[in-house]
Every structure is written in C-alpha cells, then in structure tokens.
C-alpha cells in the first residue's frame, strides 16, 4: 500500500519569498509522483510529475520539485512566489507501471500569500 | 478540447433523498475515477473504471453509493438514501490507460440538509 503525508497543513509566506511544501511518500512499490494544484472553488489542476530519469522536476508558474529516493521525499519549491500562487497543494502517488491506477493523495498544503 | 465535464455543480439535498451525480469524461479518455473531498479526510479514491469496466470500488463508503459507466463517455454516482454525511465535493477524473497523468473536472458540490 501507499500513503502520503505532507508535513505542512498551512505556509504563510510575502510575496516573493521563497516557498517549500514538504511531502513525503511510503510504498512498498515503485511510484510515479505528482504535485496539483487547487485553486478556491475549482477542481485540482496538474503542476508537475515525476516518472523517470532527472530528478529535478520543472511544472507549470515557475514550481519544481525534487525526487529523493533515499528520502523518500518529494519537496515543492519555488523560489519567489506571487499572490496568485495562494491556493491548496496537493501530493500524490501512483503505483509505476500500472497504468490506469487510482491516485493516492496526500492532506494537502494551504499555501498563503500576501503582501 | 473540452475537459472533464461534471453536473450538476452543486447539490442542495434534504437527507433521505436520491442522488445523481454526472460525469462526463475527456473524449477518448479510458480511465474515469471519482473523488470526494472533505475536510476530516482529504481526498479519497471512491471507485474507478478502465474501459467501462469497475475496477476497485473499494473505497465505495456503503451500499447506498453505486456508480455506472454505460459508456465510455458517461458515468453517474448516486447516493441513495442520501445522508448529512455525505455532504462533500466529488470529483470525476479521467486519463488515458497507458499514461500517468488524471485530469479532474470542477467538482460537484453536495450538501444534504
């Protein structure tokens, strides 16, 4: 089985501080990671992914996440954040190689900017 | 290209009523998954399919939820009897079988009263 836990309910952070959403995965199989995104009233839109190769990952509005096996971590970075960034951030894993399986999600990250 | 499309987007229920929730996924897409989302559990797998074909209904909370998919562009979930704790945002995802990647409609919202 999988499970997913992002260490981080809520992040206050200024407009354009820095920003890093933690999350961490456990699974007895290899995974594919992802991070969406939610903004207020709206349903979950695809950020980034990591399937192979690299493990620096580069999404969409400036996100990137790194891939750590050994810690079995999977961080959401970006290095200046704007207000419109302020939503909900979700991580996720699903089982590699078998396509067609559900997504395995994490509490999500309340992330906050202001001014 | 049209995305996941869901109706209705909102739902205002008395308890004991029968549900309808409606899906309607990406064109050629052949996985359809639905979500509910609440704030005790986050986001939670309730039923798949792949080719129309129920696949893990595992997380279906109790035999008063049922989902179909008569066609590969059409799936319902109904509640019935409907109960206040079902009250939640659903969402219906759909993907291609041999890729990775869900992408998720803008949700229904049910409150039963």
């Known amino acids: 089985a999988q499970s997913v836990t992002q260490l981080d309910s809520q992040v206050p952070v200024f407009e354009e501080a820095p920003v890093e959403l933690r999350c961490n995965y456990s699974?007895?199989?290899?995974?594919?990671l992802f991070w969406y995104v939610q903004y207020p009233n709206q349903g979950l839109q695809l950020l980034l992914k990591?399937?192979?190769?690299?493990?620096l990952v580069k999404g969409i509005n400036g996100f990137e996440a790194e891939f750590n096996k050994s810690q079995t971590s999977f961080h959401l970075r970006k290095p200046s954040v704007h207000i419109s960034d302020t939503a909900e951030y979700f991580c996720?894993?699903?089982?590699?190689?078998?396509?067609?399986?559900?997504?395995?999600f994490g509490k999500g990250t309340t992330l906050s900017v202001s001014s | 290209d049209a995305g996941v499309i869901q109706s209705p987007r909102h739902e205002v229920t008395e308890m004991g009523q029968e549900v309808t929730l409606r899906c309607k996924p990406i064109?050629?897409?052949?996985?359809l998954f639905w979500y509910r989302q609440t704030m005790m559990r986050g986001l939670e797998l309730l039923i798949y399919?792949?080719?129309?074909?129920?696949?893990?209904d595992s997380g279906m909370p109790e035999d008063r939820f049922s989902a179909k998919m008569p066609n590969a562009s059409f799936s319902t979930l109904k509640i019935q009897p409907s109960e206040p704790r079902d009250s939640a945002v659903y969402f219906c995802?759909?993907?291609?079988?041999?890729?990775?990647?869900?992408?998720f409609g803008p949700g229904t919202r049910l409150l039963v009263l």
């Open positions: 995802a759909s993907s291609l079988l041999a890729q990775e990647t869900q992408y």
């Open positions: 699974s007895s199989v290899s995974v594919y």
């Open positions: 990591y399937l192979s190769g690299s493990t």
């Open positions: 996720a894993v699903s089982r590699r190689n078998q396509a067609g399986t559900a997504l395995i």
């Open positions: 064109s050629g897409h052949n996985s």
């Open positions: 399919f792949n080719n129309n074909v129920p696949i893990d």
